[in-house]
């Protein structure tokens, strides 16, 4: 009989323990608030991304025809394609790196510094020789598109970063930025419009004008979004299998 009675007092002890410790993990979870913060800077970045490929697209085909008199419609085409197919490539590559690395950092470091190449050279195309600037254009188009898969990455992590109440708004946010980025893009040109063409001389075959301007213009913003990547931005996966609290775990970079 002691036997049996020193039996049930371990299982009673043994349960208490048990929904000591169900209790701490929910109350963990329900701790968790949304990462309001680093999700608002994810969708400035993605909307930033969506003003560059559309600011520069709009007058791209003059530009090309300006720096290339030779350039058809067809070629141009494959230009504008080449943006598309660099981004199908990356997305799922980069997508695939931060979901290994645990952190959108790394990614998003290299995809800065590929669109400062690409908007780089786009303002220096006609450094080239006439024959090669249609190339040297598309060139930089596919890297740009390489550049822009980080807005997959950008989504998955808005997405991560939220509790799971509050997933969905933040999904909707960083979609909808892109969309506004597409949409506002076409008008920042009209600023540089009155720069004409060659504008700013700055030598031979090098010019600040209303064609290169953007370009200019997107790499400065690219230092910047650098900059805040590198200081006050902090990843926070608080929305990551909330059933399961130990990954739960920040993986702050």
């Known amino acids: 009989m002691y036997l049996v009675n020193k039996l049930c007092e371990k299982i009673a002890c043994c ?12 109350s963990l979870v329900n701790e968790r608030q949304t990462s ?3 999700i608002y800077i994810c969708t400035i970045f993605v909307l930033l991304d969506g003003i560059q490929y559309s600011m520069v697209i709009v007058s791209m085909w003059p530009y090309l025809k300006t720096i290339d008199p030779s350039a058809t419609a067809t070629f ?9 197919l660099g981004q199908a490539i990356s997305s799922p590559l980069l997508g695939y790196w931060s979901n290994k690395a645990k952190s959108i950092k790394p990614p998003l470091t290299l995809t800065l510094s590929m669109m400062m190449l690409a908007n780089i050279i786009y ?17 930089t188009r596919f890297i740009a598109g390489f550049a822009a898969g980080d807005v997959a990455v950008m989504r998955s ?5 939220a509790i ?6 933040a999904i909707v946010i960083s979609s909808a930025a892109w969309n506004l980025g597409m949409t506002l893009g076409p008008a920042v040109p009209v600023i540089f419009s009155p720069l004409g063409y060659p504008g700013w001389k700055i030598s031979e075959n090098l010019h600040l004008d209303m ?13 910047i979004s650098m900059l805040v990547l590198h ?3 902090k990843e926070e996966y608080v929305g990551v299998d909330e059933n399961m609290p130990e990954e739960l775990a920040h993986f702050s970079s």
Do not use: H
């Open 15 to 26: 349960c208490k323990r048990a929904r000591s410790e169900d209790n701490e993990e929910q």
């Open 76 to 84: 141009f085409g494959f230009i504008i394609a080449a943006f598309s």
């Open 164 to 169: 799971k109440e509050e997933r969905p708004k």
């Open 157 to 161: 992590y808005s997405a991560t970063a």
């Open 123 to 139: 303002g220096c195309i006609e450094l080239f020789s006439t024959k090669d600037r249609s190339y040297i254009m598309m060139a």
């Open 231 to 233: 200081t006050i931005f």
């Open 211 to 223: 064609y290169t301007a953007p370009a200019w213009l997107s790499f400065i913003n690219n230092i």
């Open 36 to 38: 309001w913060f680093s």
